[in-house]
């Protein structure tokens, strides 16, 4: 069954840890994003790739990297986790479709807590 | 640039009633628009979608949203609210050209008994 998934589902990590959220989609989408989640709030964009050694920063300035070496996994990886990094995290995928904008399918996310 | 206002962080309607969720967007180019719904300690699944055509669009569970670009407006309605659908409700826009999707802020629904 094609999907989208995210390890871990939660994680509760010390100040100064270093941390990599994963996600793997298997729908062979080349397009793929990592979202920021806080309760009330807009979904902030922190990184989007449109295929394979392709990444560009979202709108939300962010302490973290991402890397797409192979098109079905798009890890976000914080060097240095500080509690104000405690959030949802939502990786996404969608196809690249020439002229047309479609949905953008999501995973279960990742609930990171930094004490 | 493209945004997405949603009028009402919390909806509550009781079983039965009409579902009305308010969305906005400002675009300065032809939208795609997609509501999403989120139920608790899960990620985001699409309601429906609108990109080009028809402006009135049926999605899953029975809801449907109209497009009307003279108000820049893409609400949510359901005729019937039932209890399942209790969730958070977010509208997005996009446009051919942009690398992502916007959010709007959600609209938590409560649907009382």
Redesign the interface.
């Known amino acids: 069954e094609a999907d ?1 998934y ?1 390890t871990p589902r939660y994680l509760v990590i010390g100040t100064g840890k270093k941390i990599t959220l994963e996600c793997s989609q298997t729908m062979g989408h080349d ?1 793929m ?1 990592w ?1 920021q989640q806080d309760p ?4 902030h ?1 922190i990184h ?1 790739s ?1 295929g394979v050694n392709s990444t ?1 920063k ?1 709108d939300l300035s962010s302490e973290s990297t991402v890397s797409r070496i192979r098109t079905e996994h798009f890890p976000l990886t914080l060097e240095s986790a500080r509690p104000s990094h405690t959030s949802q995290y ?1 990786c ?1 995928s969608s196809e690249n479709r020439i ?3 479609t ?7 990742t ?1 990171l807590t930094v004490v | 640039a493209q945004s ?1 206002t949603q009028l009402g ?1 919390h909806v509550s309607v009781s079983e039965g009633a009409l579902v009305l969720l308010r969305c906005n967007y400002s675009s300065s180019v032809p939208p ?1 628009l ?1 509501w ?1 719904v989120q139920y608790p ?6 309601l429906l ?1 609108y ?1 080009t055509g028809a402006t009135l669009v049926k999605g899953i569970n029975g809801f449907e949203a109209e497009f009307k670009k003279s108000e820049t407006s893409f609400h949510l309605t359901k005729p019937s609210a039932h209890m399942s659908d209790a969730a958070e409700y ?1 509208c997005a826009v ?3 050209g ?9 609209t938590r629904l409560t649907v009382k008994p």
Do not use: C, P, W
């Open positions: 989208i995210q397009k994003y979202y009330g709030m807009e979904l964009l989007y449109y560009e979202g939502l996404a002229r047309v904008v949905e953008a399918f999501f995973g279960q996310g609930r | 997405v962080s795609y997609f999403y300690n899960q990620g985001l699944q699409l979608k990109t977010f996009s446009h051919f942009y690398g992502d999707m916007r959010f709007g802020a959600g």
